[in-house]
């Protein structure tokens, strides 16, 4: 028996797990560096909005009360100063408009991506294949494309500077991700379950709310996430297309630039106030976001 | 005879009872079925297919918003004859959006897929590296161009250019040349794009089946050889689906380019979109800068198509 066994080399193995040891701290470092290099900055723009001017423009200056003393200059600036209502108001602009256009978008691409997992479509020389083809091909048209088509159109339909105008343009954006990820989504569903509810007398909408939409909803959730995140922090169509009414946080931040020069505090602070919800989303539903990234690649 | 003919009727609703009633609905069922897939469609329709049709006739004419006269007049291809032979900056600007796709998406593919590798080995705090990783993308796209951008890769205040400097690389400034510029750019444009390649390779690393990795160990296969000839190629398709989408989103990049460098210095830095904007936008010369958005898009397009027919030829030679 021994001598049908190769011989084992215990040397080797030694060396081996002196390396697995080694292996381990270089993965740690590599790992503990890159979280770093994810952190430092939203540490940055956190720590930039309780700054004073001095303490921005002197240099890099890191630690609260080592390296600079924490003032509220930045918070105060659009919590309570002139540029409050224009704060909340932008900040109101954001939220309708992201929860407004994902809950569009998860809606009818829902819809879409069920009738093209299930029925059988027909218009002229295309089929489902072509039509869902299509709906994701739209992810390709580059916003250059279409911005300035789409300016002329909203002038005349006097679409410029709405919430409206956002929301559909964000919705029509972001049904790739969601026809794309549903179909998936309803392709693993066996039919059983809607057939048996439409032998039940249910008609095809009522087996699909009631039956289908229950066990697709974390996808439908990962869709939503996604195109709340895509909508909350749009900047270029929301340059474009609004001036002063629908203004949205993006926006607002970027126009942070006076005369005087860059109001970095207040930036910082429109930056912080505008990633916290979504890091918070970030954390805690991490698990529907990877979820929504990944569907159609991985099984 | 009253009693039996309310029998005969009882008989009647018995049957009728014992037979399934089909719903009757409104609505013909085909319809029924159409409305599963219309609305999406006809916004889509609506909101992007339309005028981009329009656009492409926009394309053929010249056409500059200024004043109240909107004169469009159509002057067939001389936009894009203008465009393709007497254009210097539409090329340079394509050829800005290539580098980027051409350098950045390799680089952020790498260090993604040596970070995925690395949080799939049996490490502590897996959750708490998965979780950090994909937090940059939440950051909007405008705030990264400010804050890093800007701030941390300002050479006069910011933290970079000083630990540069304390590590002995002195006299490094990231935006006095193009090149410089443009490399910062890529820096923060992978900061933020890495997060969707990580999750996708992770995802499909943790996919694989453990045994046959456990079986190539036992035989003997080092750590490196295990991975180049196994998980690699297992990970292709997912790798190509990654790359493909980021290639994807890396030609509409945009952001990040207008807050940081503004296209500058001179120009340098413009992608197609950004000079979109400035000729179209800024400038209203909505003809031309049509014109060119529509080449983009047929450029985008044959690039995609390319890449697709390539690398899945590759990729099943190689599984």
């Given at each position: 028996?021994?001598?049908?066994?190769?011989?084992?080399?215990?040397?080797?193995?030694?060396?081996?797990?002196?390396?697995?040891?080694?292996?381990?701290?270089?993965t740690?470092?590599?790992?503990?560096?890159?979280?770093?290099?994810?952190?430092?900055?939203?540490?940055?723009?956190?720590?930039?909005s309780?700054?004073?001017?001095?303490?921005?423009?002197?240099?890099?200056?890191?630690?609260?009360?080592?390296?600079?003393?924490?003032?509220?200059?930045?918070?105060?600036a659009?919590l309570?100063?002139?540029?409050?209502?224009?704060?909340?108001?932008?900040?109101?602009?954001?939220?309708?408009?992201?929860?407004?256009?994902a809950?569009?978008?998860?809606?009818?691409?829902a819809?879409?991506?069920?009738?093209?997992?299930?029925?059988?479509?027909?218009?002229?020389?295309?089929?489902?294949?072509?039509?869902?083809?299509?709906?994701v091909?739209?992810?390709i048209?580059?916003?250059?494309?279409?911005?300035?088509?789409?300016?002329?159109?909203?002038?005349?339909?006097?679409?410029?500077?709405?919430?409206?105008?956002?929301?559909?343009?964000?919705?029509?954006?972001?049904?790739?991700?969601?026809?794309?990820?549903?179909?998936?989504?309803?392709n693993?569903?066996?039919?059983?379950?809607?057939?048996?509810?439409?032998?039940d007398?249910?008609?095809?909408?009522?087996?699909?709310?009631?039956?289908?939409?229950?066990i697709?909803?974390?996808?439908?959730?990962?869709?939503?996430?996604?195109?709340?995140?895509?909508?909350?922090?749009?900047?270029?169509?929301?340059?474009?297309?609004?001036?002063?009414?629908?203004?949205?946080?993006?926006?607002?931040?970027?126009?942070?630039?006076?005369?005087?020069?860059?109001?970095?505090?207040?930036?910082?602070?429109?930056?912080?106030?505008?990633v916290?919800?979504?890091a918070?989303?970030?954390?805690?539903?991490?698990?529907?976001?990877?979820?929504?990234?990944?569907?159609?690649?991985?099984? | 005879?009253?009693?039996?003919?309310?029998?005969v009727?009882?008989?009647?609703?018995?049957a009728?009872?014992?037979?399934?009633?089909?719903?009757?609905?409104?609505?013909?069922p085909?319809?029924?079925?159409?409305?599963?897939?219309?609305?999406a469609?006809?916004?889509?329709?609506?909101?992007?297919?339309?005028?981009?049709?329009?656009?492409?006739?926009?394309?053929f004419?010249?056409?500059?918003?200024?004043?109240?006269?909107?004169?469009?007049?159509?002057?067939?291809?001389?936009?894009?004859?203008?465009?393709?032979?007497?254009?210097?900056?539409?090329?340079?600007?394509?050829?800005?959006?290539?580098?980027?796709?051409?350098?950045?998406?390799?680089?952020?593919?790498?260090?993604?897929?040596?970070?995925?590798?690395?949080?799939?080995?049996?490490?502590?705090?897996?959750?708490?590296?998965?979780?950090?990783?994909?937090?940059?993308?939440?950051?909007?796209?405008?705030a990264?161009?400010?804050?890093?951008?800007?701030?941390?890769?300002?050479?006069?205040?910011?933290?970079?250019?000083?630990?540069?400097?304390?590590?002995?690389?002195k006299?490094?400034?990231?935006?006095?040349?193009?090149?410089h510029?443009?490399?910062?750019?890529?820096?923060?444009?992978?900061?933020?794009?890495?997060?969707?390649?990580?999750?996708?390779?992770?995802?499909?690393?943790?996919?694989?089946?453990?045994?046959?990795?456990?079986?190539?160990?036992?035989?003997?296969?080092?750590?490196?050889?295990?991975?180049?000839?196994?998980?690699?190629?297992?990970?292709?398709?997912?790798?190509?689906t990654?790359?493909?989408?980021?290639?994807?989103?890396?030609?509409?990049?945009?952001?990040?380019?207008i807050?940081?460098?503004?296209?500058?210095?001179?120009?340098?830095?413009?992608?197609l979109?950004?000079?979109?904007?400035?000729?179209?936008?800024?400038?209203?010369?909505?003809?031309?800068?049509?014109?060119?958005?529509?080449?983009?898009?047929?450029?985008?397009?044959a690039?995609?198509?390319?890449?697709?027919?390539?690398?899945?030829?590759?990729?099943?030679?190689?599984?």
């Open positions: 028996m021994a001598s049908a066994e190769p011989a084992r080399d215990w040397g080797a193995k030694r060396s081996v797990r002196g390396t697995r040891v080694l292996g381990r701290v270089v740690y470092a590599i790992l503990l560096f890159w979280a770093f290099i994810c952190l430092f900055p939203l540490y940055w723009t956190v720590s930039t309780f700054k004073n001017q001095i303490a921005i423009y002197r240099g890099p200056s890191y630690l609260p009360w080592v390296d600079f003393t924490p003032v509220k200059l930045g918070w105060n659009i309570q100063g002139d540029m409050r209502s224009e704060f909340l108001h932008d900040a109101a602009n954001s939220l309708i408009i992201a929860i407004v256009s809950g569009l978008a998860t809606a009818l691409g819809l879409a991506g069920y009738g093209l997992a299930r029925f059988t479509y027909k218009l002229g020389p295309w089929r489902n294949r072509d039509i869902s083809f299509w709906f091909s739209q992810l048209l580059p916003p250059a494309a279409v911005v300035l088509p789409i300016l002329i159109l909203y002038r005349d339909l006097h679409l410029l500077d709405t919430r409206i105008g956002l929301i559909l343009l964000y919705t029509v954006v972001n049904l790739p991700i969601v026809v794309w990820i549903m179909r998936d989504q309803f693993s569903i066996p039919i059983e379950m809607e057939q048996a509810a439409l032998v007398g249910a008609g095809l909408f009522g087996a699909f709310l009631r039956i289908v939409v229950p697709a909803l974390p996808g439908m959730v990962a869709a939503y996430i996604l195109c709340a995140i895509f909508s909350w922090n749009e900047y270029f169509f929301a340059a474009v297309l609004t001036s002063y009414r629908a203004v949205t946080i993006p926006f607002l931040i970027a126009g942070q630039v006076s005369s005087q020069g860059v109001q970095w505090w207040s930036m910082a602070a429109l930056s912080t106030a505008a916290v919800p979504l918070i989303i970030g954390i805690v539903l991490e698990r529907y976001i990877v979820k929504g990234l990944t569907a159609g690649s991985v099984k | 005879m009253a009693r039996g003919s309310v029998v009727d009882e008989t009647a609703a018995e009728a009872l014992a037979r399934p009633k089909p719903r009757r609905s409104v609505i013909n085909r319809w029924q079925r159409r409305l599963f897939l219309l609305p469609v006809i916004i889509v329709l609506a909101v992007v297919i339309f005028p981009t049709v329009f656009g492409i006739y926009v394309s004419t010249q056409w500059i918003l200024s004043g109240s006269q909107n004169a469009r007049k159509f002057i067939g291809v001389q936009n894009f004859s203008n465009i393709l032979f007497h254009d210097s900056q539409f090329w340079h600007a394509l050829e800005v959006n290539f580098i980027f796709v051409v350098i950045g998406v390799p680089l952020q593919y790498v260090i993604a897929l040596i970070l995925a590798v690395l949080v799939n080995q049996d490490i502590r705090g897996r959750k708490f590296f998965r979780v950090v990783f994909l937090l940059p993308f939440m950051m909007s796209p405008v990264v161009g400010w804050m890093i951008g800007r701030s941390i890769f300002d050479s006069r205040w910011g933290p970079l250019p000083h630990f540069l400097t304390d590590i002995g690389i006299n490094f400034y990231f935006f006095d040349t193009g090149p510029s443009l490399f910062a750019l890529i820096l923060i444009d992978a900061w933020y794009s890495i997060p969707f390649i990580f999750v996708l390779l992770l995802a499909g690393l943790q996919a694989m089946p453990h045994e046959v990795f456990e079986a190539a160990r036992i035989d003997g296969a080092s750590a490196w050889q295990s991975f180049r000839d196994m998980t690699f190629p297992l990970l292709l398709p997912v790798s190509l990654a790359i493909i989408l980021r290639t994807i989103f890396e030609f509409k990049l945009i952001d990040i380019i807050v940081v460098t503004g296209g500058g210095p001179g120009n340098y830095t413009e992608t979109t950004a000079y979109i904007y400035r000729r179209g936008v800024q400038g209203l010369d909505v003809g031309y800068s049509t014109a060119m958005a529509e080449l983009f898009l047929v450029i985008i397009i690039f995609v198509f390319l890449i697709l027919i390539g690398a899945g030829r590759w990729v099943r030679d190689v599984t």
